[in-house]
């Protein structure tokens, strides 16, 4: 669905060049969770941000389905960015004078979706907190309605930037089972950017980076499956 071929990205700073990303190849597909894991400094937000459609890469091709990211126009970018993914943020971003109802009904709104915002909610497993402000929610159910206002987007690409990392171990897996959920049941490729290797073992496919390279990618026979 998505691959990366040859993937460079260079920054300039001052007359000094930084290579964030080193011939980075790589498939994300639809119907698995994939785990980007890398440490700090490894070049995992560079790579988000090329695959949300935030940023270009310096050299190589992104290719969605038949179209070539790499050589959209500003325009056509947005448009990508606005149809294609979903983004979840490690700090929710939830509009705090608005419920959760209203968080997802509104982005369901800007995206001409017709269908509920309370399936969304009721897919995440908050039915009962309809009507409750963020101040309101524990930051596991913050996140769970950041969840179902991205899947309102009805994205293609569900992109979750360190999803887990403000929350308790517990809370977490609950969070990862939304993830495998969401990537067995819908049409919807997701990815989870994450430092914590411990988060490996629940996804379908890893691609892990160092130094801006891929150190090792494999597909997880046996996905340990959340109850
Ligand atoms: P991670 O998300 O894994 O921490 P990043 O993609 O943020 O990694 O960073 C990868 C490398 O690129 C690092 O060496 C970082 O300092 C550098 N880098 C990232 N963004 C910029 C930028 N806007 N300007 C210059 N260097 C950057
Ligand atoms: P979860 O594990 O799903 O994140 P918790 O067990 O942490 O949920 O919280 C259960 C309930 O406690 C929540 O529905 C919420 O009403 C309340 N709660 C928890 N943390 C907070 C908080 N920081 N602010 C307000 N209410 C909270």
């Known amino acids: ?39 700090s400094g490894s070049g995992k937000s560079t790579l988000l941000n090329i695959l949300g459609g935030m940023d270009r890469p310096t050299r190589g091709t992104v290719k969605f389905n038949d179209q070539l990211v790499s050589k959209l126009n500003d325009h056509e970018l947005t448009d990508y960015r606005r149809k294609v993914v979903g983004f979840v943020f490690q700090f929710y971003n939830l509009i705090p004078s608005l419920t959760a109802l209203e968080n997802v009904a509104i982005a369901a709104q800007l995206n001409n979706n017709d269908y509920q915002a309370e399936d969304y909610l009721s897919q995440v497993g908050l039915s009962e907190r309809l009507n409750n402000f963020p101040n309101q929610m524990s930051g596991g159910e913050m996140q769970r309605v950041s969840i179902a206002r991205a899947l309102s987007k009805k994205p293609k690409l569900l992109l979750c930037d360190e999803p887990t990392g403000a929350l308790d171990s517990k809370t977490s897996i609950k969070i990862m089972k939304i993830l495998q959920d969401i990537s067995k049941s819908s049409e919807t490729a997701v990815v989870m950017v994450t430092h914590n290797p411990k988060f490996e073992q629940y996804a379908d496919h890893v691609i892990r980076l160092k130094d801006g390279q891929i150190e090792k990618t494999y597909d997880n026979e046996n996905p340990k499956i959340v109850e």
């Open 1 to 39: 669905m998505i691959e990366f071929e040859k993937i460079d990205k260079e920054y300039h700073v001052g007359d000094q060049v930084v290579k964030a990303l080193n011939e980075v190849s790589f498939k994300i597909e639809q119907g698995k969770l994939t785990i980007i894991l890398g440490p």
